[in-house]
């Protein structure tokens, strides 16, 4: 029971670090465009000024606005898909390490794994995937097929390896 319980805890912090690294990737990507400012962040699920259900949100401003390619708005967009597919590429490699330390490696890089495959899925109208894919003028299931497969060809390739 008490390792159930920790699991949990973990899960949960880790849930929490991934929020913080995926909101955090955009303003590190927007501020490669010009330097940002007044950067609000919401790392808890919530409901805007006009109604829209968010999991948790960033926003920032820029001053004065900079002349921005439609390519570079996408990859604002785009950016926490960084730090997620490297957690795929990590996650498998938690069946080198002894017994208690691959739960602590498989916890933490599954945040990043859960991360790209919930936003693969897009549903929303105002989901990172689909803000990118309009600017990119491509059809979102390019994002969504390329994110959910490398997401589980990872968990299923670590999670076979350990068993």
Avoid at 85 to 112: D, K, N, Q, R
């Amino acid at each position: 029971m008490q390792q159930w319980i920790a699991l949990t805890i973990s899960a949960l912090i880790t849930t929490l670090l991934w929020v913080v690294i995926h909101e955090s990737s955009h303003i590190l990507a927007a501020n490669q465009i010009a330097p940002v400012k007044d950067v609000k962040l919401w790392l808890y699920p919530h409901r805007d000024e006009d109604g829209k259900f968010y999991f948790a949100r960033v926003r920032w401003s820029w001053d004065p606005w900079p002349v921005v390619s439609d390519f570079s708005l996408a990859m604002v967009y785009l950016a926490p898909k960084m730090p997620d597919l490297f957690a795929t590429l990590m996650f498998p490699y938690g069946f080198f390490l002894s017994t208690p330390w691959c739960y602590v490696w498989y916890i933490f890089w599954c945040g990043g794994l859960i991360d790209l495959f919930i936003g693969s899925l897009g549903i929303r109208k105002y989901s990172d995937l689909r803000i990118a894919a309009k600017f990119l003028k491509l059809n979102p299931w390019t994002f969504r097929i390329v994110g959910l497969s490398l997401s589980l060809i990872s968990a299923i390739f670590g999670l076979v390896n350990y068993f």
